[in-house]
């Protein structure tokens, strides 16, 4: 099979699916694996997969199909092979959707329920639920290995990927809901105001307006609002179809996972709960707890009820606007804006049919301007010795920046970075531990720090204890305490691989944002060097 420069999905291991013809085994096949009606070579990141098998299958039963955040082996198969697995995985499961064609018995659809993020294995597996009309289960090949129960996947980097977009409501819909809103994992364009539309399994279509929620100079945005023309009908399951949308290099935005069931309106109070305790670093406004940044803002609250929240800051740089997923208690940032500089913040709380039913409003004035210093790569679990674990930092200024008085900090520990330690002008610094051994372990396959990089040298270990093996979030502070730089090491596909770091692969997803981060591509580190992420 040829490979296309821009796959996005792809098998891992050669052999591990013989797609060529329907077989005439006792026991049922798998014959296609197509995602998003494309070969597996030139679909998106976030998938539909459309599996065929060579006869009729008895409809689905939960578990029967699976897809983990892991790579193919045969103890991954086997824990799967019954559809109940072992609690340490149940952590790396993907929730999926299956539904069998019913035109066609013997082709199932699967739909992952959340985005999946760029640079991950993945594994598809078949348990023994799934069975023909006749009862007969897929089984190996025979010989130990996998074949038609485990098939490899791969998910490639976020620069290749297109915006992925989920909606804020999910699962269920008000019927007459009069607004919706999608959210995209990078600035897109909207190329077309009917470019959204909502797609019925009953065959019915509600067209849209869809508009950008933001006003930003170059036109573009991460927030859709989305007018339905019409009422939805209650009991039908409505998917959506992005077909006018792009990134600001002309990528096409990805298909949207997510179904909505249709449901009878039912009206509920909802308002902002009063009250809420504040964490350190932030300020109890309006009601709200909130984090102001110099170029970013987050605001905290809670609602009596289910509810969407969205938080829109006017400033000079015009207008920005979050939306957060349907809940009860809320989390909402806000990038682009201008530091040291009057803003304006709403927050309001609008219930699943989209009415607006509460609002909370204030106003303040952001820090000034912090260095724009950034984590770009972390190793937090070397070949040889934990000595070996390095953070390394890129200045995105033209001037270097002192680092004095800022600190590395996780899970409540910290350590200081030294005196006179500085990044230079568009450079990059390899912040190490006392026992760092430049030089690398070459018997372990721990490479050494690129010649004329910047190190900086913390007392003791990183972080004060030292960078955990089952991953941990990291902020790189400032001499007043801000945080300037995050990194989201907790997220499950990030979590920490010996002797393979993580590097920042896509600056247009926020940091926080695990699909902006990839395991370093030839499986090594590289500190003080380039990145290698494709």
Do not use: K
């Not at 340490?88 to 199932?108: E, I, K, M, S, T």
């Not at 674990?389 to 001037?399: I, L, Y």
């Amino acid at each position: 099979m040829n490979r296309h420069p821009a796959l996005l999905l792809a098998p891992a291991l050669a052999g591990c699916l013989d797609l060529e013809a329907p077989t005439t085994a006792d026991s049922p096949q798998l014959t296609a694996l197509q995602a998003n009606a494309a070969s597996l070579d030139a679909v998106p990141r976030v998938p539909e997969l459309r599996v065929s098998f060579d006869r009729a299958m008895a409809p689905p039963e939960p578990s029967s199909v699976m897809l983990f955040r892991e790579a193919l082996t045969p103890a991954l198969v086997t824990d799967a092979r019954d559809g109940v697995v072992s609690i340490g995985r149940l952590a790396n499961r993907v929730p999926l959707r299956v539904q069998r064609d019913a035109a066609d018995p013997a082709r199932w659809t699967l739909r992952a329920a959340e985005v999946l993020p760029p640079s991950i294995p993945l594994t598809l597996v078949f348990s023994e639920r799934a069975r023909s009309v006749e009862g007969r289960a897929l089984t190996d090949d025979g010989d130990g290995g996998v074949r038609s129960t485990g098939v490899a996947l791969q998910v490639i980097d976020a620069p290749r990927a297109g915006p992925v977009l989920s909606p804020a409501v999910l699962d269920t819909v008000d019927a007459d809901a009069a607004v919706l809103w999608l959210r995209a994992d990078r600035p897109v364009r909207v190329l077309s105001p009917d470019g959204v539309g909502l797609a019925g399994d009953d065959g019915s279509i509600v067209a849209t307006r869809v508009e950008a929620d933001e006003r930003t100079p170059d036109g573009v945005t991460r927030v859709l609002r989305v007018t339905p023309t019409r009422a939805m009908r209650p009991g039908v399951t409505y998917g959506w179809r992005v077909e006018a949308l792009s990134s600001r290099g002309a990528i096409a935005a990805e298909a949207i996972p997510w179904r909505m069931l249709a449901t009878t309106p039912m009206v509920e109070p909802v308002r902002f709960v009063d009250g809420v305790v504040c964490a350190a670093g932030e300020a109890l406004m309006g009601g709200a707890c909130v984090e102001p940044g110099d170029r970013a803002m987050v605001v905290r609250a809670a609602t009596t009820t289910l509810a969407v929240t969205r938080l829109a800051v006017t400033s000079s740089a015009g207008r920005a606007v979050s939306v957060g997923a349907r809940g009860t208690t809320h989390r909402l940032r806000v990038t682009g804006l201008p530091p040291a500089s009057e803003v304006q913040w709403r927050l309001e709380a609008w219930d699943p049919g989209g009415r607006l039913r509460d609002v909370r409003e204030g106003a303040l004035r952001t820090p000034d301007a912090a260095p724009r210093v950034r984590i770009v790569e972390v190793l937090a679990r070397p070949h040889s010795t934990s000595a070996q674990e390095f953070v390394e930092v890129q200045n995105e200024e033209d001037a270097a920046v002192s680092l004095e008085g800022w600190a590395l900090e996780s899970g409540g520990a910290r350590s200081a970075l030294p005196a006179g330690a500085s990044v230079p002008g568009r450079g990059r610094a390899v912040i190490v531990g006392a026992s760092f051994d430049p030089r690398g372990v070459a018997r372990a396959n721990d490479p050494a720090v690129q010649a004329g990089a910047r190190m900086v040298v913390v007392r003791a270990s990183l972080a004060g204890r030292g960078l955990r093996d089952t991953g941990a979030e990291l902020s790189l502070t400032d001499a007043a305490g801000l945080v300037v730089s995050r990194y989201p090491g907790t997220a499950p596909e990030l979590l920490p691989q010996e002797g393979v770091s993580v590097v920042r692969a896509d600056p247009e997803l926020d940091e926080d944002d695990p699909a902006g981060w990839v395991r370093s591509r030839d499986g090594a580190s590289s500190p003080g060097g380039d990145n290698t992420t494709r």
